[in-house]
């Protein structure tokens, strides 16, 4: 089931929950105060936000919800406020952006602060894993967009012979980054940034380099990508929702301006979150008017609406919630299943363990659509999670039955060899589209907004 989760920051207002397909209004989940960028589901089994704090606060908070408790189950309390959270496809990191500029990774079924770096010379405003979970996109108040691998960050070798941590830093931006996305293809994708300047901008990851600048009427407050890679839609101060062009041409006489190509339905005030359904074809919008509107990009008709209580909503994300899934039955090592106060993973830790020197050989890093060979790759990966999952057991954690699972996933890869295929072909196909912009690009160095 498709889910709509909203938030605001105003604290009594919580977290609104509409099921997508029939517009039933959900659990309302109490006690958020979220971020921009702030909320997100962890391996679609629980509820994850950073809270606002008052300004003289020298520590940050996340909390934890379940999906069928309104209650914060689990508090942590970071060393400073983080502003945005994400957390990877399967729910075993958590990273946080710091209004000092630092970036925090957690082990999700342990809480440990694996690492933290300094990304940015301002506060960290956006954070995005790519589609294979290789790579971390960050976006700052001093308008750099970076990015960076976990191979990296976890090598400390490389670490240390490095000159710098980041794989890419796109500093075109005037001002504040407000949003960022990033496309299919892992390493060949394309990350687009929007910007307090008015601007977004289209990024190559393979080459590195600026591929298409698009100047807005108003300033650009959230964008999401259409699942082709066709277009873009980009939410506005002014209300609008404006979709914009990433591999087709369009002329400059448009009512907008170059690439500009429409907008959708207006809100009365300024959107400040996108959401795409890749499975039914819906933009999702939410705005600083209360109110989420579910659109057909197509038609450009609004199809849905949804109030939320109190105060101006500031995030808006579509979760496949898992049926039937019941988080607080776990079953233990010996097959017997028992009820816990809180099946949810402990607090993140505050500080990164010293005395643990070999932890950071245990991490496992997961890349989703990764190529294996037929046997060994595989083998290996199953090892390294088995070993893991015996440490979550003599820790006595409720998370070693979903590890079990997450196990028997790497094991079934092995027969996802023609998906690869597939997905090698795609790859192709989108870096011919990328040298056939770039062409075009070369061609017109003179245009207007062309950069």
């Known amino acids: 089931m498709e889910v709509v989760i909203a938030s605001s920051s105003v604290g009594d207002a919580g977290i609104g929950c509409w ?18 960028r702030g909320l997100t589901s962890v391996g679609h089994r629980f509820l994850a936000s950073s809270q606002l704090r008052d300004p003289s606060a020298t520590s940050g908070s996340v909390f934890y919800w379940s999906w069928d408790r309104p209650q914060v189950e689990v508090k942590s309390f970071p060393t400073e406020p983080i502003l945005p959270l994400a957390a990877n496809s399967e729910g075993t990191y958590i990273v946080g952006g710091g209004v000092s500029g630092e970036i925090y990774l957690w082990e999700v079924p342990t809480g440990k602060l694996l690492r933290k770096w300094h990304a940015h010379y301002r506060g960290v405003t956006c954070l995005v894993f790519s589609d294979d979970d290789s790579l971390i996109v960050s976006g700052s108040e001093d308008g750099s967009v970076r990015v960076w691998s ?11 012979e490095a000159t710098h941590l980041y794989e890419h830093s796109f500093t075109g931006h005037a001002l504040k980054v407000t949003d960022v996305v990033i496309g299919y293809g892992g390493s060949n994708a394309i990350i687009v940034s929007a910007s307090e300047d008015r601007t977004c901008k289209v990024w190559s990851l ?84 209360g109110m989420v509107r579910v659109s057909d990009p197509k038609s450009g008709n609004v ?34 299943s028992r009820r816990h106060e809180s099946a949810l993973p402990p607090p993140l830790e505050k500080y990164t ?57 790497v094991d079934c890869k092995r027969s996802m060899q023609m998906v690869e295929r597939w997905k090698q072909m795609y790859e192709n196909l989108h870096q011919f589209c990328v040298d056939e912009l770039l062409d075009i690009n070369q061609a017109e160095p003179t245009k207007a907004g062309f950069t």
Not at 367 to 390: D, F, K, T, V
């Open 19 to 36: 099921d997508l397909h029939t517009g039933a209004e959900q659990l309302r989940h109490k006690s958020c105060a979220s971020t921009a």
């Open 303 to 336: 199809v849905r609406m949804f109030r939320h209580s109190k105060g101006p909503i500031n995030n808006v994300q579509i979760v496949r919630k898992q049926l039937g899934f019941n988080p607080r039955i776990v079953v233990n090592p010996q097959g017997s």
């Open 206 to 289: 393979s080459k590195g380099i600026l591929l298409r600048n698009i100047v807005f009427p108003s300033m650009i407050y959230a964008i999401a990508l259409d699942p082709g890679e066709h277009v873009f839609y980009a939410g506005s101060r002014d209300g609008k929702i404006y979709v914009a062009a990433l591999n087709a041409e369009s002329s400059s006489n448009d009512a907008y301006g170059l690439y500009i190509i429409g907008s959708l339905a207006d809100h009365s005030k300024a959107v400040t979150c996108l959401a795409y359904s890749n499975s039914l074809n819906l933009l999702v919008s939410g705005s600083e008017d």
């Open 150 to 160: 976990l191979f990296m960050i976890f090598d400390d070798m490389r670490r240390q």
């Open 353 to 409: 363990n010293s005395n643990d020197d070999d932890s950071d050989f245990r991490t496992v890093v997961t890349l989703h659509g990764a190529s294996y060979g037929p046997l060994e790759s595989p083998r290996i990966s199953s090892n390294a999670m088995n070993e893991q999952i015996e440490e979550l057991q003599r820790q006595s954690s409720s998370y070693a039955a979903e590890m079990e699972l997450e196990g028997l996933k």
